[in-house]
């Protein structure tokens, strides 16, 4: 069970803490909560001496009561170890299992300048000249982190991803076409292997800050782990980390300038086909996670708007998993319905009356929020998008899901469910014409409710 810090507690917690390990007698500090981090918090420091001298500093902690003692440790050593290499990454200040007022186990480090947003890095005029050669420096980082040594990363999972992304897949029970699909090509494709080294796990914007010179700060080594370095750069190519750019590497490139990058950190250049499968499980990855992270909130361990909200975005990686395995057909799909059909109720429908509250929270709500209410802004972002997934599948009504049900039958199949099934003992192939025409129909019909423009 979550235990919540008070504010307070947590401050001066983290003032004990940066103060005995930067040797400065701090007389207070103040925290505030960052957006971001999928499983653990983050917060901004700033503290002060007597003489009114300002101190900045990041806290990462795990949640209270849910930590996880051996991943920080590993996190904090994966850390130092990539900063002996070169690697540009903050300076751990402090680290411990807990402490009082943190509660739980946690690392301090120094504030790194730089930008995360990605589409500030994609648009913004000042990164105008460093964008075009980003991608390069992409897989030059990666390059220095996959030559860092590894003595002391003894604790790092060592795991087959395929095997472990496969195993979380069953777990959740839920049987989909695509994975199936994704998951008999990938064992059937597989490239021969390379020395195991540290691989970060989540190198992406979002998790890189850069400025005007390039990457100041490779952030959030949680997921970090021995394995294929290949890893690292399929899944800076999955298409959910190009946050709607068209640029395959992150929005901003191309992969021939990210193995450029890569070649002149190692020497070494990893083929075409290796990049395309890491991609490939990077993408069916995500699409796993996605809906790992959406049953938090379904199966009621962590009630979550954000995390429910995910839940609806797992067809987003089913068609680019489809897309990537050149499985994607042309067709007319299923459009939405203009008006639904006519109730007993009394207007406003209901989808005028999700209209209208949609147009409420983005036209006045939103708008008067303080320019500081960042986390109030995300959440009213997610409550918008949901009101719009909801309004477009009243409109659409029952037609798409009577469209697939018809395909599934000519399969032979009553359900998804059940077509998952026959995919995965081998007695349909995920290239026969029928079953892709009822993957794709599926697919197409989930998203056009739940992000219409991901199909252009």
């Known amino acids: 069970m979550a235990v919540t810090t008070p504010p307070a507690a947590l401050a001066e917690g983290v003032r004990a803490v940066l103060a005995a390990a930067t040797g400065t007698e701090l007389t207070g500090a ?7 981090g999928a499983s653990r918090e983050i917060y901004a420091v700033r503290a002060t001496d007597r003489a009114g001298r300002e101190t900045t500093a990041v806290l990462r902690r795990d949640p209270p009561g849910r930590g996880e003692i051996d991943r920080m440790r590993a996190e904090v050593a994966c850390l130092r170890a990539a900063a002996a290499a070169g690697v540009p990454v903050p300076e751990v200040l402090a680290s411990g299992d807990t402490a009082p007022g943190i509660d739980a186990p946690y690392l301090v480090m120094n504030t790194v300048p730089g930008e995360s947003i990605p589409r500030k890095l994609q648009r913004d005029p000042g990164f105008a000249t460093v964008r075009a050669r980003l991608a390069e420096e992409f897989g030059y980082v990666l390059g220095q982190v996959h030559r860092t040594p590894v003595t002391s990363l003894t604790a790092l999972d060592d795991r087959d991803p395929l095997d472990a992304i496969e195993k979380t897949y069953r777990d959740l029970a839920e049987p989909r076409p695509v994975v199936e699909i994704g998951l008999r090509w990938l064992r059937d494709h597989r490239p021969p292997g390379r020395a195991a080294c540290l691989v970060h796990g989540d190198f992406r914007l979002g998790n890189l800050l850069i400025d005007a010179d390039g990457i100041r700060g490779v952030l959030d080594w949680e997921l970090a782990h021995l394995g294929n370095p290949v890893e690292d750069l399929g899944w800076l190519c999955v298409r959910a980390w190009r946050f709607g750019a068209a640029a395959p590497v992150g929005g901003l490139g191309t992969r021939d300038q990210l193995l450029d ?5 190692t020497g070494e250049r990893p083929t075409a086909a290796e990049l395309h499968w890491w991609e490939v499980f990077g993408t069916l990855k995500w699409l796993v996670l996605s809906r790992f992270q959406a049953e938090r909130h379904l199966g009621g361990a962590e009630h979550s708007l954000e995390l429910a909200a995910l839940g609806r975005r797992v067809c987003e990686s089913e068609y680019d998993l489809l897309d990537v395995l050149g499985l994607l057909e042309a067709g007319p799909g299923d459009q939405a319905r203009e ?18 509250v949609t147009e409420t929270l983005t036209g006045e709500i939103g708008p008067a929020l303080p320019e500081d209410a960042t986390a109030q802004r995300y959440l009213l972002r997610i409550c918008v998008s949901l009101l719009q997934i909801g309004a477009r599948e009243l409109r659409a009504g029952a037609e ?3 469209r697939v049900h018809d395909l599934l039958r000519a399969l032979g199949c009553p359900s998804e469910v059940a077509l998952a099934e026959r995919l995965r003992s081998g007695a349909l ?4 014409r029928r079953v892709r025409a009822a993957v794709n129909a599926a697919v197409v019909a989930r998203l056009r409710i739940s992000n219409p423009r991901r199909l252009g």
């Open 261 to 265: 990058g890569y070649q002149r950190a």
């Open 30 to 36: 103040d925290v505030r909560r960052l957006t971001g």
């Open 400 to 402: 798409p899901t009577d």
């Open 429 to 432: 192939a995920g290239r026969d």
């Open 339 to 356: 008006t639904p059909e006519r109730t007993v109720h009394d207007r406003p429908e209901l989808t005028e009356i999700l209209d209208l």
